[in-house]
């Protein structure tokens, strides 16, 4: 089941006080139109009644899949965001068979939610992203502040990721074979990390950390 809450919200713009609807909890079996507002990123849009204005409003929000085993807690910078941690830690005690993220945006919601769907990993996922990463830049003359999965397919052999580079508007997308993402699950295997049914935050930083290990 979906849990939905109403609160209060004042517009930055006006000072307008509505109500505004959140879903703190999504259960996409029982609501898939929610997990098609995660993918086109509009789950937490918001436009003020009163002025028109438009933002998103970030706020804590647990999603499951429990066909395919997973669930992702979306964690705002600040002390929301840790208590939404701490509920749902003691929600969903540790098991080893469900996937447990931790993430901090949407956007980063949305990737675990295409790379998991796609029955991919994204611990190796983040080891290729990090070089994909670094060939970009090299290649550009300019840093990758972020980026995302987008797609994968077995038939063309292909796994793809979207860049933004400081100082361009237009996010470009860089893609490699699908052994390369083999030979990353193996990086990450030599390893030895383990999945121990926590929560986890799975980003840049723990590539980078892996990659480091494997090299030592
Ligand atoms: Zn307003």
Redesign the pocket.
């Known amino acids: 089941m979906s849990t939905c809450i109403s609160k209060e919200v004042s517009?930055?713009?006006?000072?307008?006080v509505?109500k505004k609807q959140m879903w703190t909890g999504i259960d996409i079996q029982a609501n898939p139109e929610l997990r098609l507002r995660v993918l086109n990123e509009t789950l937490f849009d918001w436009k003020?009644?009163?002025?028109?204005?438009d933002a998103q409003l970030l706020y804590p929000c647990l999603y499951h899949d429990k066909e395919r085993r997973f669930l992702l807690c979306i964690s705002p910078a600040g002390s929301s965001g840790q208590a939404a941690v701490a509920d749902a830690v003691q929600k969903y005690p540790q098991a080893a068979s469900v996937k447990k993220r931790i993430v901090s945006s949407l956007c980063e919601m949305k990737e675990k939610v295409l790379l998991f769907e796609a029955g991919l990993d994204d611990v190796p996922a983040e080891v290729v992203k990090f070089a994909l990463a670094e060939l970009v830049e090299k290649k550009r003359g300019r840093k990758v502040h972020s980026g995302f999965f987008c797609a994968a397919a077995q038939d063309e052999d292909y796994i793809g990721f979207t860049f933004f580079l400081e100082g361009l508007e237009q996010p470009i997308t860089q893609g490699t074979r699908l052994s390369v993402y083999s030979e990353a699950l193996k990086i990450v295997q030599s390893t030895g990390y383990r999945e121990d049914g926590s929560f986890l935050r799975v980003d840049r930083a723990l590539a980078q950390r892996l990659l480091e290990e494997y090299q030592e």
């Open positions: 517009c930055p713009v006006c000072g307008a509505n003020c009644p009163a002025c028109g204005y």
